[in-house]
Nanobody, 116 residues
Framework: QVQLVESGGGLVQPGGSLRLSCAAS????????IRWYRQAPGKERELVAG????????NYADSVKGRFTISRDNAKNTVYLQMNSLKPEDTAVYYC?????????WGQGTQVTVSS
């Protein structure tokens, strides 16, 4: 079955960096685009970044452009989200997502807290 496991979250000061990882299994990873979403307390889940199956195409929410970079390693079935210049408003639970045959699959999420 499809499994997505996020890791790499934690507590970081404003201006700091974190790298999130999403390890995937149960499907042909190199055939699917992967997305990172986040959900802050009291807010709806929002799309942060996406990457095509080959890694040749990426897209970002305006709020993270120039600060976050999404990448993937198809040999390791893993997607990464490098987050730099973090702000308090980046605090959220971050989830990776894949859509197969119109079904959305989600990981359990990893908490990112940006605070001094």
């Amino acid at each position: 079955q499809v499994q997505l496991v996020e890791s790499g979250g934690g507590l970081v000061q404003p201006g700091g960096s974190l790298r999130l990882s999403c390890a995937a299994s149960g499907f042909t990873f190199s055939s699917y685009a992967i997305r990172w979403y986040r959900q802050a307390p009291g807010k709806e889940r929002e799309l942060v970044a996406g990457i095509s199956n080959t890694g040749g195409g990426t897209n970002y929410a305006d709020s993270v452009k120039g600060r976050f970079t999404i990448s993937r390693d198809n040999a390791k079935n893993t997607v990464y989200l490098q987050m730099n210049s973090l702000k308090p408003e980046d605090t959220a639970v971050y989830y990776c997502n894949v859509i197969r045959y119109i079904t959305h699959y989600w990981g359990q999420g990893t908490q990112v807290t940006v605070s001094s």
